[in-house]
Every structure is written in structure tokens, then in C-alpha cells.
């Protein structure tokens, strides 16, 4: 009896696990996939970290060159938005009405991603050019 | 280790690091305050849950195909004003629970940023790439002397670092505010426009 119960236990795991390994590629492929269908949160969520990872590294990039001026924080905004409406609109095909418009997905994350990108900016820009 | 000490000595704005990293380690102790006073408890769990599922069963009723009888049209409105009233009932119980707890949070920034004035108060801790608006520049250049407005203060920086980390962590943790409580009005809904 026991020895049957550990059996079917191990079994189970075996499945998690394997389930699990399928997790990553799965979802991976989603994040390119037109035709999957997108939580409201789900989405807001992979927006929000797009719009830090660009924040960051464009900090990071304009501080090292580095780029100096007002005017560059007006084309982040514009490369991040790009990036974000060409992610939503043409990769993953989405109709931004089912989403509360694109007001609602452009603005997800965006006022942490311009706080992110400054201080990535003025770092870098501080710390390698004085 | 002692070799990053010297290292860091050489950077001229090496400050700014030290602010950094004493935003992290406030944004750490915050979140885990917060968890312990507020995102452990039932309460918020439970009315977290009512939260998304009013929101996500608002959203359905909302985007259902509207049915030509008038009868019909009468009592989906009415059933949309019952669940908006709840889901803002929800929110702002959420926003109350949060404010009583919020509390302890704030003291501890408040003392952090009393204890980072005291350590940088005057003192030039990073240079901006770019010259200030009016109303930033406040701000940036908050405690400095001097004419050149690209001279960055703890404050600004400070913020920036607030913001930036304090959001993301509490993103990366779970712990951002629901998307259907942001919509519902909080602690200070709006009168609705439907009954005036």
C-alpha cells in the first residue's frame, strides 16, 4: 500500500515537472504569438517590463556615449512608445479596444520607465565622465 | 572588497552609488514591512480577490453584446451600477487598509531622507546630462550653491531612485495595486455621474 502511494507520488512529480520544463518555451512563445489570447493583466504586465528593459538600457547607452540634452528625453519617450505600440499593434496583432484603447496600453509603466531611464542616464553620465 | 573601497574613492560623484544604495535597502525594508502589515493579512487577500473578479466581471457584462429588448438593456445597466458600487466599495476599503498600514512606511522613508539630508545636505552628488526644467530644477538643485543648474542634489536623485525601484520591486514581488482599484476611485471616488 505505501510503496503504491510513494509510486503515485513520484508520478505526479514527474508530471509537474515535466509540465514545468514545457512552462518557459510555452510562454516564451507567446510573448511573439499573434494568435494568443492576452489578460488584460497579462499584458499590462509584459508592457510594463518592455517599457524598463528599453528605460534601462537606453540610460545606460545614452550615459556612455554620452548624450547630453533635453532633447533626448523626448526621443526616449518617443523610442519607447514605438517600441511598445510596434510590440502590441504589429506583433502580437492586438485590438487595443478590448484593452481600455491605446492611451491605457502606452501608459503602462511608463512613468517608471522615464524615472528608471534617468537615473541609468545620470549615473552612467556622472560616474564615467567626471 | 577593499579593493572596491578605493575604486569607488576614484569616482568623483561616488556619492550617488551610496544613494543608490541606500534606496535599495529602504525599498527592501519597506516591501518587507509592507508585506508583514498588509499583504500577508486576509483582509487584503480577500479584498484583493473581490477586487479582480469584480473588475474582470465588470469588463465581461461590458463588452457583451448589447440585447435589442429594452427590458433586458434596464436590468444589464442595473446589474453594471451594482457591481460598479461594489467593485468601488472594494477599492476604497482596499485604500483605507492600505493608508492605516502605509503609515509605518512613510515614517521610514521620512527618517531615511531626514538621515540622507543630514549625510549630503549641500553636496553635489551627481551631474545631470541635461540643463533642468524650472520646476525640476527646485528640486535637483535643492540645498546647492551655485549657478549651474546641472549640478544634482540627494533629493532628485533620491526620488528618481524612490520611484524607479520602489515601483518595480513591488511589480516584481506582486504587490502593485490591482488595475480594477485604480479605475474604481480609491479612497475619494467621484460622484457618479449617472445619478445627477
Known amino acids: 500500500m505505501k510503496e503504491s502511494k510513494s509510486a503515485k507520488l513520484n508520478q505526479l512529480q514527474q508530471q509537474e515537472n515535466h509540465q514545468n520544463a514545457h512552462l518557459s518555451p510555452s510562454k516564451l512563445a507567446k510573448l511573439f504569438d499573434p494568435d494568443a489570447s492576452w489578460d488584460k493583466d497579462q499584458l499590462g504586465d509584459v508592457l510594463h517590463w518592455i517599457r524598463q528593459v528599453v528605460g534601462l538600457i537606453s540610460g545606460l547607452l545614452w550615459g556612455s556615449i554620452p548624450l547630453v540634452g533635453g532633447i533626448w528625453i523626448i526621443l526616449f519617450l518617443a523610442i519607447s512608445s514605438g517600441i511598445v505600440y510596434g510590440y502590441y499593434a504589429m506583433i502580437l496583432k492586438v485590438d487595443e479596444e478590448d484593452f481600455g484603447g491605446h492611451a491605457a496600453l502606452l501608459q503602462e509603466g511608463l512613468f517608471a520607465s522615464l524615472t528608471l531611464f534617468l537615473l541609468a542616464w545620470i549615473l552612467v553620465y556622472s560616474l564615467a565622465h567626471f | ?196
Not at chain 2, 527592501?28 to 498588509?38: D, G, P, T, Y
Request: with cysteine; net charge positive; aromatic share 8%.
Open chain 2, 1 to 196: 572588497m577593499a579593493t572596491a573601497i578605493p575604486l569607488f574613492a576614484s569616482f568623483k560623484y561616488a556619492d550617488s552609488l551610496t544613494v543608490v544604495g541606500i534606496s535599495l535597502c529602504t525599498a527592501l525594508v519597506c516591501e518587507a514591512i509592507s508585506w508583514i502589515l498588509i499583504y500577508r493579512t486576509s483582509s487584503y487577500k480577500s479584498l484583493k480577490s473581490s477586487i479582480d473578479k469584480a473588475s474582470k466581471k465588470l469588463e465581461t457584462m461590458k463588452t457583451d453584446n448589447p440585447s435589442s429588448k429594452l427590458t433586458n438593456k434596464k436590468s444589464k445597466t442595473k446589474k453594471i451600477d451594482r457591481v460598479e458600487s461594489s467593485l468601488k466599495e472594494s477599492s476604497r476599503d482596499l485604500s483605507l487598509f492600505k493608508f492605516k498600514s502605509g503609515a509605518v512606511v512613510a515614517l521610514v522613508l521620512f527618517v531615511v531622507f531626514g538621515l540622507l539630508n543630514s549625510l549630503f545636505e549641500g553636496k553635489v552628488v551627481a551631474k545631470l546630462p541635461f540643463h533642468p526644467i524650472t520646476i525640476v530644477r527646485k528640486m535637483s538643485h535643492r540645498g546647492l550653491k551655485g549657478d549651474d543648474s546641472t549640478d544634482c542634489s540627494m533629493a532628485f536623485l533620491y526620488l528618481l531612485c524612490s520611484i524607479s525601484i520602489r515601483t518595480n520591486l513591488q511589480k516584481f514581488l506582486g504587490f502593485s495595486p490591482p488595475r480594477g482599484a485604480a479605475g474604481a476611485g480609491g479612497l475619494f471616488p467621484m460622484p457618479d455621474p449617472k445619478t445627477n
